[in-house]
């Protein structure tokens, strides 16, 4: 079955650092585009960034473009948000989500906290 497994969420100073990873397994991770959403307490879940399959075109929110990255390894079946410069406003739960042909999956979810 398809299983997606967020990690490297924690607590972090404003103006820090951290790197997410989603490992992605029961499907053929290679083929499809894979997500990062965020979630804040008493707000509407929000798409963070995009990661294309193959050529790995990527696409950003507004508020977190030139501070976030994703990335992807397709022989680790891993993707990734490098997330830099951070800034209380990015305190949320972050998931990680893919639509394949049979359905829309996604991960527990890490909990970012930034805050000093």
């Known amino acids: 079955q398809v299983q997606l497994a967020e990690s490297g969420g924690g607590l972090v100073q404003p103006g820090g650092s951290l790197r997410l990873s989603c490992a992605a397994s029961g499907f053929t991770f290679s083929n499809y585009a894979m997500r990062w959403y965020r979630q804040a307490p008493g707000k509407e879940r929000e798409l963070v960034a995009t990661?294309?399959?193959?050529?790995?075109?990527?696409d950003y929110a507004g508020s977190v473009k030139g501070r976030f990255t994703i990335s992807r390894d397709n022989a680790k079946n891993t993707v990734y948000l490098q997330m830099n410069s951070l800034k209380p406003e990015d305190t949320a739960v972050y998931y990680c989500?893919?639509?394949?042909?049979?359905?829309?999956?996604w991960g527990q979810g890490t909990q970012v906290t930034v805050s000093s």
């Open positions: 989500n893919t639509k394949i042909l049979w359905g829309e999956y």
């Open positions: 990661i294309l399959p193959l050529g790995g075109s990527t």
